[in-house]
């Protein structure tokens, strides 16, 4: 019974802290993009990932983009 009590919320926790993968699609059309750069990263986001400009720059600054 203990064993469960532990192994429960770890098991929620692994499964909460997965990142979502990435499409290879994706993954192709990003490369040719510098991701470091903030508004190659913003167009990257915008064409590969179909997203637009508000919600990519927020992506991109919070993966380091500058």
């Known amino acids: 019974m203990q ?6 919320p770890l098991a929620i926790l ?4 997965r990142e979502p993968e990435v499409p290879l699609e994706v ?3 990003v490369a040719g993009y510098d991701g470091k750069l ?3 990263c ?10 637009v ?5 927020t992506a991109c600054k919070l993966r380091g983009a500058k």
């Open 42 to 51: 913003v167009a990257a986001c915008k064409k590969c990932e179909h997203g």
């Open 14 to 17: 692994g499964a909460c802290s």
């Open 53 to 57: 400009t508000v919600t990519c720059t």
């Open 27 to 29: 993954t192709a059309c």
């Open 3 to 8: 064993i469960l009590v532990i192994l429960i």
């Open 38 to 40: 903030l508004d190659q």
